[in-house]
């Protein structure tokens, strides 16, 4: 049986998880705002803090897997909260938490994403980048003068950045390398206490004229059946991959944007293989591994 960290334990699709994890026989330790084994703040920098420190000492041994599901909904006036807990609650935890993930077998790491990434306009390129580069202060700054939008946009900007991290860092030498297998799940309207939440707040018009083909809300049971196939060996050959998992809205939005074409200035890092004859031993080949 596995050791398992999952924040947003305590409620919604977080929570769903940790009940199959322990269904299945793993522990779990969680975090959440209360009532979780680590209860800390994740929108502060101090509460960060906490909770690693805490992390470390209760998973005292290498660490099987790891969901990142503590997250805020879109609210204005609330957008420095909303990125630190969305972008940092999940990349200053998984950095820290990395050494015991790669210290375990095949270690699994799933990051909640969303869809508002693919169905969100106006959304400043400028904020993601900030948020990337791990600059709360700055996005916020920008995500503000998005005025009445500020509350999407900043959610958008965080699912994005987020997703982005993800992509960027899973196929590095230190996590893929490692043998950390970190992917993102991306879901729809799940019906949640966040969405719940939603639903009876000033945006519920907008929210509920968000497009969903399959006519019906998700469950977070249902997310959470996805998560667990995340985190089996049936992920052993997936990093680095957004799960949508929305009723059809993604693709009802941008059916031709998928898949994106390769650009040319990326070519280098294929080693421009597929364009001359290899070399020997130019062709990596893991059959033995
Ligand atoms: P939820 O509100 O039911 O659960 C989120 C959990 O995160 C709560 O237990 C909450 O206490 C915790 N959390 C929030 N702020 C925190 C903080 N400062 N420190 C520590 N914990 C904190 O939400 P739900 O719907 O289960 O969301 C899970 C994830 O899925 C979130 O990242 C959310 O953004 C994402 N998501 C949700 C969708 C939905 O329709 N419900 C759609 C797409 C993505």
Same mark, same amino acid.
């Given at each position: 049986?596995?050791?398992?960290?999952?924040?947003?334990?305590?409620?919604?699709?977080?929570?769903?998880?940790?009940?199959?994890?322990?269904?299945?026989?793993?522990?779990?330790?969680?975090?959440?705002?209360?009532?979780?084994?680590?209860?800390?703040?994740?929108?502060?920098? !101090?509460?960060?803090?906490?909770?690693?420190?805490? +992390? /470390? %000492?209760?998973?005292?041994?290498? *660490?099987?897997? #790891?969901?990142? &599901?503590?997250?805020?909904?879109?609210?204005?006036?609330?957008?420095?909260?909303?990125? !630190?807990?969305?972008?940092?609650?999940?990349?200053? +935890? /998984? %950095?820290?938490?990395?050494?015991? *993930?790669?210290? #375990?077998?095949? &270690?699994?790491?799933?990051?909640?994403?969303?869809?508002?990434?693919?169905?969100?306009?106006?959304?400043?390129?400028?904020?993601?980048?900030? +948020?990337?580069?791990?600059?709360?202060?700055?996005?916020?700054?920008?995500?503000?003068?998005?005025?009445?939008?500020?509350?999407?946009?900043?959610?958008?900007?965080?699912?994005?950045?987020?997703?982005?991290?993800?992509?960027?860092?899973?196929?590095?030498?230190?996590?893929?390398?490692?043998?950390?297998?970190?992917?993102?799940?991306?879901?729809?309207?799940?019906?949640?206490?966040?969405?719940?939440?939603?639903?009876?707040?000033?945006?519920?018009?907008?929210?509920?004229?968000?497009?969903?083909?399959?006519?019906?809300?998700?469950?977070?049971?249902?997310?959470?059946?996805?998560?667990?196939?995340?985190?089996?060996?049936?992920?052993?050959?997936?990093?680095?991959?957004?799960?949508?998992?929305?009723?059809?809205?993604?693709?009802?939005?941008?059916?031709?944007?998928?898949?994106?074409?390769?650009?040319?200035?990326?070519?280098?890092?294929?080693?421009?293989?597929?364009?001359?004859?290899?070399?020997?031993?130019?062709?990596?080949?893991?059959?033995?591994?």
């Amino acid at each position: 049986m596995g050791v398992y960290v999952v924040t947003g334990s305590a409620s919604g699709m977080g929570q769903a998880v940790t009940l199959r994890l322990r269904a299945d026989g793993h522990t779990v330790v969680g975090v959440d705002l209360a009532g979780a084994e680590v209860d800390a703040d994740l929108s502060t920098s !101090e509460g960060r803090s906490a909770a690693i420190g805490l +992390l /470390l %000492e209760k998973v005292d041994g290498p *660490l099987d897997g #790891a969901v990142m &599901a503590a997250g805020m909904g879109p609210k204005r006036g609330r957008e420095r909260m909303l990125v !630190e807990v969305n972008v940092l609650g999940v990349t200053d +935890l /998984l %950095e820290a938490l990395r050494p015991k *993930l790669a210290a #375990a077998a095949k &270690a699994k790491v799933v990051v909640f994403g969303s869809n508002s990434t693919t169905s969100t306009p106006f959304v400043p390129r400028m904020a993601i980048k900030r +948020l990337v580069d791990g600059d709360a202060e700055g996005a916020t700054r920008i995500l503000k003068r998005r005025g009445s939008l500020s509350g999407p946009a900043s959610y958008a900007a965080s699912k994005i950045a987020v997703a982005r991290w993800v992509r960027r860092i899973c196929v590095t030498p230190e996590w893929a390398g490692e043998g950390i297998r970190m992917n993102v799940i991306a879901p729809g309207p799940v019906m949640t206490p966040l969405l719940a939440g939603q639903l009876k707040s000033s945006t519920a018009s907008q929210v509920k004229s968000f497009p969903v083909p399959i006519r019906e809300y998700g469950t977070p049971e249902q997310l959470a059946e996805w998560v667990m196939t995340m985190l089996s060996p049936a992920a052993d050959f997936m990093v680095g991959t957004v799960v949508t998992v929305d009723g059809g809205t993604e693709a009802l939005l941008r059916p031709d944007d998928w898949p994106a074409r390769l650009p040319l200035r990326l070519l280098p890092r294929m080693g421009w293989s597929m364009y001359r004859a290899p070399k020997r031993g130019q062709v990596a080949d893991y059959s033995d591994t």
